[in-house]
T-cell receptor, first 113, second 110 residues
Framework: GAGVSQSPSNKVTEKGKDVELRCDPI?????LYWYRQRLGQGLEFLIY????????KSGLPSDRFSAERTGESVSTLTIQRTQQEDSAVYLC???????????FGPGTRLTVL | TQLLEQSPQFLSIQEGENLTVYCNSS?????LQWYRQEPGEGPVLLVT?????EVKKLKRLTFQFGDARKDSSLHITAAQPGDTGLYLC??????????FGKGTKLSVKP
């Protein structure tokens, strides 16, 4: 079966523009996570969806960041009025259930000029 | 706040050498996971350790979970260039997410 996919793989944008990143999780996985990874750094938790429960948004760095998920399928991460410090790889992961092994997508490399 | 500290941050060795990387915390974790990430890809799970004192082996890789479940180590025997990558440890956060360390970047030269 297919793994986690993300699109686009690369995104270059100008400061102040909005961007939308997409994640297609593995079918049947109820949990979905977004992380940010700056160059040479570990993974920074952003947001977590579990089934139809309210998402855990505790990792979102500012109100310019938001994410949605439709049921147990696709998720989109939106960054409004992008800043240069938003440049990073954004990774999505899904797992069968909370606390299970997470399967990661290849990430979206965002560059804000 | 639960934090995981990994050491060393960087490691460059010759093929055939042995190495150990460490993952430490002041917090107790119910389980710890080790991932390897190659450039341009997402992390891939290597192993999950759940019991204090547990030792798991995956070919040339040996993983150990500390008795108090606050630390873990990864030992690689006779490292190969294919072992090159970023090794990340992760523990289960209270909200269901994973808390990651900053990783150890390993380079194995032929």
């Amino acid at each position: 079966g297919a793994g986690v996919s993300q699109s686009p793989s690369n995104k270059v944008t100008e400061k102040g523009k909005d961007v939308e990143l997409r994640c297609d999780p593995i079918s049947g996985h109820t949990a979905l996570y977004w992380y940010r990874q700056r160059l040479g750094q570990g993974l920074e938790f952003l947001i977590y969806f579990q089934g139809n429960s309210a998402p855990d948004k505790s990792g979102l760095p500012s109100d310019r960041f938001s994410a949605e998920r439709t049921g147990e399928s696709v998720s989109t991460l939106t960054i409004q009025r992008t800043q240069q410090e938003d440049s990073a790889v954004y990774l999505c992961a899904s797992s069968l259930r909370r606390y299970n092994e997470q399967f990661f997508g290849p990430g979206t490399r965002l560059t804000v000029l | 706040t639960q934090l995981l500290e990994q050491s060393p941050q960087f490691l460059s060795i010759q093929e055939g050498e042995n190495l150990t990387v460490y993952c430490n915390s002041s917090s107790v974790f119910s389980s710890l996971q080790w991932y390897r990430q190659e450039p341009g890809e997402g992390p891939v799970l290597l192993v999950t350790v759940v019991t204090g004192g547990e030792v798991k082996k995956l070919k040339r890789l040996t993983f150990q979970f500390g008795d108090a479940r606050k630390d873990s180590s990864l030992h690689i025997t006779a490292a190969q260039p294919g072992d090159t990558g970023l090794y990340l440890c992760a523990g289960g956060g209270s909200q269901g997410n994973l808390i990651f360390g900053k990783g150890t970047k390993l380079s194995v030269k032929p």
